[in-house]
């Protein structure tokens, strides 16, 4: 045989197995259990409690709108819970327009609500603070947004039932 056949085999038999080496056996001999949350299990648990007990709602788009989500400058459609103690009333609402799991979480200050996004895992992401008679604005005293929204999630938690 040639030179150039040898090289042609050659390089044919590598082209065939390398694919091979890219194969894994780690799903041919059992696995390992996949846990049963995404990001936090107290947020799993409060998407299955949205879905299970809250209400569908629509929610006006502007105060969603500047903490990026957006439906064409439609409402927004939510799964949405309220509860009320001596404090006052507090709602937390599932989007999922963006095709994941986020939370929205509000309250009335007087005439201002204030709402915070947040994902399952409880991080805030914006928050937003919209007079009754003015245009929403976003917060930027982080240590106010932090406080109010530590305060509603821990509230959230108190009201949310167990498993």
Not at 59 to 79: C, F, K, Q, S
Not at 86 to 101: A, D
Not at 139 to 155: G, H, K, L, Y
């Amino acid at each position: 045989m040639t030179h150039s056949v040898l090289a042609r085999r050659a390089f044919l038999g590598a082209a065939l197995t390398l694919p091979l080496g890219a194969c894994t056996t780690s799903g041919l001999f059992g696995s390992t259990p996949k846990p049963r949350y995404t990001l936090s299990p107290q947020g799993d648990r409060m998407v299955w409690w949205l879905q299970t007990a809250g209400v569908d709602n629509m929610m006006a788009p502007e105060a969603l709108a500047l903490m990026g989500i957006t439906n064409e400058g439609r409402d927004i459609p939510v799964r949405q819970l309220a509860r009320e103690d001596e404090t006052g009333r507090y709602v937390v609402s599932l989007v999922n327009i963006r095709k994941v799991h986020e939370l929205v979480f509000h309250r009335r200050q007087g005439d201002v609500l204030i709402l915070h996004l947040s994902d399952t895992k409880f991080e805030r992401m914006a928050s937003v603070r919209y007079p009754r008679t003015g245009k929403p604005t976003l917060i930027t005293d982080r240590a106010f947004a932090e406080s109010d929204f530590r305060q509603q999630v821990a509230f959230w938690f108190r009201a949310m039932p167990p498993r």
